[in-house]
C-alpha cells in the first residue's frame, strides 16, 4: 500500500484546515499549524486521501509514528485501519501513535488484547474558560489581574499591544535571537526547534493564515504570542507566548490582550500542555483550568493483528 507521503509544506496550512474540524478534538493538534510548526523536528510527512482524509508519518529518533487522521467522524476507523496496514505492510512495523486524542480513542474502542493504550498524563492540554481570560475577573484571577494592572501602571504611556503582520518579522527575529541568548547553552532540544518553526511561519506568513500578536515598550518588541483558531470547538489554541520575564505583567498582559483582539468570540482557550515540567505546570493551573484535553499513546501489540 503507498500512501505517497510527502513533507509539510506553508501552502497546506490553509489548504489541509477544513479537515481538521470534521470531527470533535480538543488538542492542540486539532489544527495544521500545529503540525507545520513541528515539522522538522518531528520530521512531519502527510498523505491526503480521498479528499477526505489527512493521515500522517512522523519519525522521532529513528522509529515511525503517526497521528489520529483527519477526516469526518464516521470515517475514522476505516482511516485509522488503513494507517494500520501501512505501517504493518509497508514499514514492517506494529503502529505506533504517542499522542491519540480522547475523542478518537473512545470513538474507535480499541481491542484492548490488539491494541495497548495509556494515557499520557504529562502531555494533556490544559483548557480554559475564553471569557475568564479575557476579564480576569473573579477571586481565582485576582492575582493575575494585580500583576496586569502593576504592568499598566507602571508603563503608562509607554505600552502598545498591536497585531503583529509580516512586515513585523524583523522584530520577532530579533527578540528570538535575544531570548535563545538569554536561554544560553543549558536549554532542552525541543527550543530550538521551537524558534526554527516560529522562523518558517515568519518566512511564510504572506501565505498562511496566523494570528500574532505583540506588546511594544519604548518602541520595542518585548511580547509575541503565535495562536490558531478550533472553528468547530470555538476554541483558542496558543502556540507560543513569549515575553520578558524581567517585566511584571507583561505576560499576563498579552495572554489577555490576544484574546480580546484576536479570539474575542472563542469559548475555550487551549494553552498546550506542561511537558510534565513542575514550574510549568503551576504556572498553567494558576490560571484555573476548566478542564483538559487528554492525549493517549497507543501501541499496536503485533504488526498484521489489527
Not at 489544527?31 to 498523505?47: C, G, P, Q, T
Not at 489520529?68 to 505492510?89: G, K
Request: hydrophobic share 35%; net charge negative.
Amino acid at each position: 500500500m503507498n500512501l505517497n507521503f510527502r513533507p509539510v509544506e506553508a501552502k497546506d496550512i490553509d489548504a489541509l484546515e477544513p479537515y481538521f474540524g470534521l470531527r470533535p478534538n480538543k488538542t492542540c493538534d486539532s489544527v495544521m499549524l500545529d503540525s507545520f510548526l513541528w515539522k522538522n523536528y518531528y520530521h512531519v510527512r502527510i498523505a491526503v486521501r480521498d479528499d477526505k482524509a489527512v493521515l500522517w508519518l512522523m519519525n522521532l529518533d529513528g522509529q515511525h509514528y503517526t497521528a489520529m487522521p483527519a477526516c469526518p467522524e464516521e470515517d475514522l476507523a476505516h482511516y485509522f485501519y488503513e494507517t494500520v496496514r501501512y505501517f504493518n505492510e509497508e514499514l514492517k512495523e506494529p503502529l505506533r501513535i504517542y499522542l491519540a486524542d480522547e475523542e478518537a480513542v473512545q470513538a474507535l474502542n480499541l481491542d484492548p488484547e490488539k491494541y495497548e493504550v495509556t494515557e499520557q498524563e504529562d502531555l494533556k492540554d490544559y483548557l480554559y474558560d475564553g471569557e475568564a481570560l479575557r476579564s480576569l475577573s473573579g477571586k481565582k484571577l485576582h492575582k493575575k489581574k494585580n500583576h496586569l494592572n502593576a504592568f499598566k501602571k507602571e508603563y503608562e504611556g509607554r505600552y502598545e499591544y498591536r497585531r503583529l503582520c509580516c512586515s513585523d518579522r524583523q522584530d520577532v527575529w530579533q527578540f528570538l535571537d535575544l531570548w535563545r541568548e538569554q536561554k544560553g547553552d543549558d536549554v532542552e532540544e525541543h527550543l530550538d526547534y521551537e524558534v526554527e518553526g516560529i522562523h518558517e511561519i515568519l518566512k511564510n506568513c504572506y501565505s498562511i493564515n496566523v494570528h500574532m500578536g505583540g506588546v511594544y515598550i519604548d518602541g520595542n518588541l518585548e511580547a509575541f504570542t503565535i495562536g490558531s483558531y478550533n472553528v468547530r470547538e470555538k476554541m483558542a489554541i496558543i502556540h507560543i507566548e513569549k515575553a520578558n520575564p524581567e517585566i511584571r505583567g507583561l505576560y499576563q498582559f498579552i495572554n489577555q490582550q490576544f484574546l480580546i483582539n484576536e479570539f474575542p468570540d472563542a469559548v475555550l482557550v487551549n494553552r498546550e500542555d506542561d511537558l510534565g515540567l513542575e514550574g510549568l505546570r503551576k504556572a498553567k493551573m494558576s490560571y484555573n483550568p476548566v478542564g483538559f484535553a487528554r492525549k493517549y499513546r497507543v501501541i499496536q501489540r503485533q504488526a498484521g493483528v489489527m
